[in-house]
């Protein structure tokens, strides 16, 4: 198993194709490079195109889990990234993050505009941009924690928690993650010049509209699926054309 230790933290990796300028893809929350990347097809998709460098997030996957809430903030999560281009000697990458993968994407660009040519963000909305640190009263953090799974009746949160708990995932590590802390960055967004692609599902009410975000950006565009929401976009054909025509010009 390709497994690199970052940050203290073993990180479980595939490059999938030779040929091509690398790609960096970050999965998001309570999934990982095999349910986000490889299931929906992404790897066939991009490999004609890029060298594909998946990896399994801290917390996740094949990754390794601790048990510290403190160890998912941007600083651990991000860094991750950046260590393993640095172990497999990337200087600079395109980067595809979706969801929580779009949202350590955003701190990438921002904290390392110059290890990145151009981003693809998928199921990121207006606040994700934002700082974001949600406590135990959050319905989707207390969905996670509580042991009566009928107290969980808000959608979004009920949602999430299915999603989350499936193979008997730890909803404890999982409520660590949604909790860690996060710094704002919509005040320096407008200073990044790549090329950047926003995709959601027209119906992903939860996480919202990207477009208050991708305005901060000054070489940014939107693409909105219809009929689609935050997990049935992921491996829609009309979002990988958009990638790939992106991906080519």
């Known amino acids: ?39 929906p097809g992404w790897i066939e998709t991009l490999t004609p195109l890029r060298q594909v460098i998946a990896l399994d ?13 403190a160890s998912y903030g941007d600083e651990d999560m991000g860094g991750d990234v950046i260590r393993l281009m640095d172990h497999l000697r990337i ?32 199921g990121v909305g207006g606040g994700l941009g934002r700082h974001r640190a949600e406590g135990k009263n959050s319905p989707i953090v207390h969905a996670l924690l509580t042991g009566d799974r009928s107290e969980v009746t808000e959608p979004v949160a009920k949602g999430v928690r299915t999603f989350a708990g499936r193979g008997g995932n730890d909803l404890k590590l999982r409520a660590g993650v949604r909790s860690a802390q996060r710094r704002p960055l ?52 009309r979002f990988k054309d958009a990638v790939v025509q992106f991906l080519s010009t």
């Open 91 to 122: 200087d600079r990458a395109d980067l595809f993050g979706y969801s929580l993968g779009g949202r350590i994407s955003l701190g990438l660009m921002v904290n390392f505009p110059e290890r990145f040519t151009s981003a693809v963000l998928g």
């Open 1 to 39: 198993m390709p497994t690199t230790r970052v940050n203290g933290t073993q990180i479980y990796w595939e490059i999938n194709g030779g040929d091509g300028d690398p790609i960096v893809l970050v999965h998001g929350f309570a999934s990982s490079l095999r349910e986000n990347w490889v299931a």
């Open 186 to 237: 919509d005040e320096t967004l407008a200073s990044l010049s790549m090329p950047v692609l926003f995709v959601n599902g027209a119906n992903d009410k939860p996480v919202g509209d990207p477009r208050p975000i991708a305005d901060l950006l000054p070489n940014s565009r939107v693409v909105f699926i219809p009929d689609r929401d935050h997990l049935t976009v992921v491996g829609d054909q």
């Open 57 to 69: 997030c801290r917390g996740h996957g094949e990754s390794e889990k601790p048990k510290n809430p």
